[in-house]
């Protein structure tokens, strides 16, 4: 008899506990960083532009570089995160910026397979071909689709990519 008593207590202060440590919210689920949310935002703009609808691509840019400002300044130094904001911040045409926050993801991860195509692309539009094979060249062996769309831009043709 103490035995059974001594399972539904137990089973009793788990119940509680488990139901306590639970989500106050209804959705069940983990809540999404704003680096999270801006990852999103960015694949949504990229499927905007691939339709030709570049000023909502734009709009969706814009917010996802907020969420990753906000996300650098609580967690700074994440080469992800920076990968993005270099690439939102040259999707909105700020190609100096963009570039620094490449550079300063390539400090923390200089092997960053994202950083690394991106900047590659951002030295081909301003018209940087050496340093674009350079990033090619890092890219090189990595057996990665970043390596054959960098190749395919420094080419000169067109990757469908976005």
Known sequence: MKKIFLIIVL???TFQYSYAAGSSDNSGGKQKTNYDKA???IKSAKKLEKKGKNEKALSKYEKAQKLLVKSNNKKPGNADTLNYLGF?????GDFENGEKYYLQGLAIDPKHIG???YLGELYV???RHNLAV????ILKGCNCEEYD????IIAGEKVSKY
């Not at 939102?88 to 909105?92: C, G």
């Not at 350079?134 to 060249?137: K, N, P, V, W």
């Open 134 to 137: 350079e990033r090619l060249e």
């Open 39 to 41: 990852v999103t935002l």
């Open 125 to 127: 539009a301003t018209n």
């Open 115 to 117: 950083i690394n195509e």
């Open 149 to 152: 769309e960098l190749k395919a």
């Open 88 to 92: 939102t911040t040259r999707k909105l």
């Open 11 to 13: 089973s009793l202060i």
